[in-house]
């Protein structure tokens, strides 16, 4: 069975939040091993360019220690795809490698030196989203994803 692992900064708090991403969790169990693994956020001093980048740094050292298989970076520079794009994505790596990283990086973004690690960046939008709003966006199109490759009623 193909592992998905989510690196993801920062926890949790709201509990509607939770309900959604234990919800797809669930769901994803009977197509893939998914696991989250929630890093704790470092938090810059100031607004400065200097404090963030400190910050995106430390965080940078947690990320790695987590990077396994195939490593894709969510950002919003990267490519934009549509959710039968993604899906075929998924479903290509499945044939090549049985384990996929998936990088959600904090509100300041991922650092520069981990998405040069990644195999690719992809873009959910041109839009910025809070982190845990994209935990739950991200589980979504991912259970979206394995339905569209195994012809389950859901995707539209």
Do not use: W
């Not at 069975?1 to 708090?13: C, E, F």
């Not at 220690?65 to 790596?93: P, Q, R």
């Not at 195999?119 to 199109?141: A, D, G, Y």
């Amino acid at each position: 069975m193909l592992k998905i692992n989510i690196i993801a900064m920062g926890d949790i708090k709201e509990k509607f939040y939770v309900d959604a991403i234990n919800e797809y969790l669930k769901r994803l169990t009977r197509f893939a091993n998914v696991k989250i693994i929630e890093l704790n956020e470092h938090v810059p001093t100031s607004n400065s360019q200097k404090d963030i980048q400190i910050a995106l740094k430390k965080d940078a050292v947690e990320i790695e220690k987590h990077l396994k298989g195939y490593t894709i970076a969510l950002d919003i520079n990267g490519k934009m795809l549509s959710s039968v794009e993604l899906a075929n994505k998924i479903d290509n790596l499945s044939l090549s490698t049985s384990e996929i990283t998936f990088i959600i990086g904090a509100s300041n973004g991922i650092a520069e030196d981990i998405k040069l690690k990644c195999n690719e960046k992809i873009s959910f939008s041109k839009m910025t989203f809070p982190h845990q709003l994209m935990r739950v966006i991200f589980l979504e199109q991912l259970y979206r994803s394995f339905t569209i490759v195994k012809n389950i009623a859901y995707h539209k």
